[in-house]
């Protein structure tokens, strides 16, 4: 069992920058996947971004490329998501989850641990 623990969600203004960091418990995800969701009021829960194991793979949807960096630090069980010129579209609960075959899918039902989430809340 992995349990995951999102956080540094908060309020910033458009244009601002958060760094969301994903640790996992003890158990080490050195071999896992993890994918970035978010989940905005009333929508459903969409990729933001992954990163395969060992970090050589990373993917990101098109509403965040060139702004977002998925990253991981396998020594720290911890994988961050840097979130840069931050528009209030990009309001919404952000969870990460861990894939146990090392990929880095944009298929949600694929993943199979989850944390709790973190509030990200952009202001104009």
Do not use: H
């Amino acid at each position: 069992q992995v349990q995951l623990v999102e956080s540094g969600g908060g309020l910033v203004q458009a244009g601002g920058s958060l760094r969301l960091s994903c640790a996992a418990s003890a158990r080490t995800i050195g071999s896992y996947g993890v994918g970035w969701f978010r989940q905005a009021p009333g929508k459903e829960r969409e990729y933001v971004a992954g990163i395969n194991w060992n970090g050589d793979r990373r993917y990101y949807a098109d509403s965040v490329k060139g702004r977002f960096g998925i990253s991981r630090d396998n020594t720290k069980n911890t994988v961050y998501l840097q979130m840069n010129s931050l528009k209030p579209e990009d309001t919404a609960i952000y969870y990460c989850a861990a894939d146990r075959r090392g990929s880095s899918t944009s298929n949600r039902d694929l993943y199979d641990y989850w944390g709790q989430g973190t509030q990200v809340t952009v202001s104009s």
